[in-house]
């Protein structure tokens, strides 16, 4: 459910940046996914070879550049990035992407022009929820941010070609949130930084969730609260923003994801 309310008044104190040139602009999007990927690694996200984080070219609408297959999450540079098409053709690059991930994010970009970015990681806690196929409930104001904001993805489980992969974009929606029953959760955003903020930050409202639910019947924020919240704070430009405090530590730590 796409939502581009406004940040708070207060928050604001960095906007996302504006090319004149698509070069530029194409650069700005592989450094973040770069970064994106080095803070996935921090996170415990990597799974051995799976994982996989996508951008949309800035010039190319039917082209995504992505993280490769047998580079780990903690040592992704822009170097290490390739492009593939939606029929899952390397166009830039020689290394191999994962195939079903391609499939599946080929998808949702394709249903959604809005979804510059998808996110997908073998996280711990976003797993582990996934198992249960319901939602993530408003138990707290980090929680409430993906209120009715969450799509329960049944079938396909694995979609082994472009129908199984458009059914699965037909079931995620226009939901900030995909939850792969069984499989693990996916997330989108109109920036690789949207997209990347709110995988990190839904699976830790799976943790959250996971723990309030073994140590009993935790109390959910009432609807208008839950749906006030989101509007603050769910928005595109608050993902955005979010996301920039973890973009300045990683830079000043992995300077080298440039190369």
């Given at each position: 459910?796409?939502?581009?309310?406004?940040?708070?008044?207060?928050?604001?104190?960095?906007?996302?940046?504006?090319?004149?040139?698509?070069?530029?602009?194409?650069?700005?999007?592989?450094?973040?996914?770069?970064?994106?990927?080095?803070?996935?690694?921090?996170?415990?996200?990597?799974?051995?070879?799976?994982?996989?984080?996508?951008?949309?070219?800035?010039?190319?609408?039917?082209?995504?550049?992505?993280?490769?297959?047998?580079?780990?999450?903690?040592?992704?540079?822009?170097?290490?990035?390739?492009?593939?098409?939606?029929?899952?053709?390397?166009?830039?690059?020689?290394?191999?992407?994962?195939?079903?991930?391609?499939?599946?994010?080929?998808?949702?970009?394709?249903?959604?022009?809005?979804?510059?970015?998808?996110?997908?990681?073998?996280?711990?806690?976003?797993?582990?929820?996934?198992?249960?196929?319901?939602?993530?409930?408003?138990?707290?104001?980090?929680?409430?941010?993906?209120?009715?904001?969450?799509?329960?993805i049944r079938e396909p489980r694995v979609a082994m070609d472009?129908?199984?992969?458009?059914?699965?974009?037909?079931?995620?929606?226009?939901?900030?949130?995909?939850?792969?029953?069984?499989?693990?959760?996916?997330?989108?955003?109109?920036?690789?930084?949207?997209?990347?903020?709110?995988?990190?930050?839904?699976?830790?409202?799976?943790?959250?969730?996971?723990?309030?639910?073994?140590?009993?019947?935790?109390?959910?924020?009432?609807?208008?609260?839950?749906?006030?919240?989101?509007?603050?704070?769910?928005?595109?430009?608050?993902?955005?923003?979010?996301?920039?405090?973890?973009?300045?530590?990683?830079?000043?730590?992995?300077?080298?994801?440039?190369?």
């Amino acid at each position: 459910m796409t939502n581009t309310a406004q940040p708070p008044q207060g928050f604001v104190t960095r906007t996302p940046p504006v090319f004149e040139r698509v070069e530029d602009e194409r650069r700005h999007r592989l450094e973040r996914l770069a970064g994106a990927c080095r803070l996935f690694g921090r996170e415990g996200f990597s799974e051995g070879l799976l994982g996989h984080v996508t951008v949309r070219d800035p010039e190319h609408a039917t082209r995504l550049w992505a993280n490769p297959v047998g580079v780990s999450f903690n040592q992704m540079k822009v170097s290490d990035l390739v492009q593939a098409d939606h029929e899952g053709n390397l166009t830039y690059g020689n290394r191999p992407v994962n195939p079903v991930g391609l499939l599946l994010h080929s998808a949702i970009h394709r249903a959604r022009p809005e979804a510059t970015a998808v996110c997908h990681a073998h996280s711990t806690y976003g797993s582990a929820w996934s198992t249960f196929g319901r939602p993530v409930d408003p138990l707290t104001q980090d929680t409430a941010v993906f209120f009715h904001d969450q799509a329960i993805i049944r079938e396909p489980r694995v979609a082994m070609d472009a129908a199984e992969a458009d059914a699965f974009a037909e079931a995620f929606g226009d939901n900030k949130v995909g939850i792969q029953v069984g499989h693990g959760i996916f997330t989108t955003g109109a920036s690789v930084d949207e997209a990347a903020w709110w995988f990190m930050s839904f699976d830790k409202a799976c943790h959250v969730q996971l723990l309030a639910e073994a140590a009993g019947m935790p109390e959910q924020w009432p609807p208008d609260a839950a749906a006030g919240i989101k509007a603050a704070l769910g928005s595109q430009q608050f993902g955005w923003l979010s996301f920039q405090t973890l973009w300045d530590e990683i830079i000043a730590t992995d300077s080298d994801l440039f190369d």
